[in-house]
């Protein structure tokens, strides 16, 4: 058998993009995993303003263990389980990424 991964990608509309509920799903998603991989735990105004105006934005990114806590890269033992990742950008419009959407999903089974 392998181990095949299960991936999820959802984009928003270019057209329109409800502002508050980009911004909503970003505060829960920091709720629920904390941090980010760039240690920022919340939305600042840049983050906001480049939401608002549609503009490209890098947004948040989190690689998550078995105990859904941030990876730690240095610890050689630990392994990665699956990964969120928000972002946005003009051809695409709101994205929201996970990677190992399989493990994820088991972890909970």
Known sequence: ?????????????????????????????IRIYGEDMQGSTDLDVQDITAIENGEYWLGKTWHLNKAHGLQDFDNSAEQNAYSVTVSMNADEGFNLSIIGYNRLLKMFS
């Open 1 to 29: 058998m392998t181990n095949l991964l299960t991936h999820v990608f959802l984009s928003s509309s270019t057209d329109e993009l409800p502002v508050r509920a980009a911004t909503d799903a970003v505060t829960k998603l």
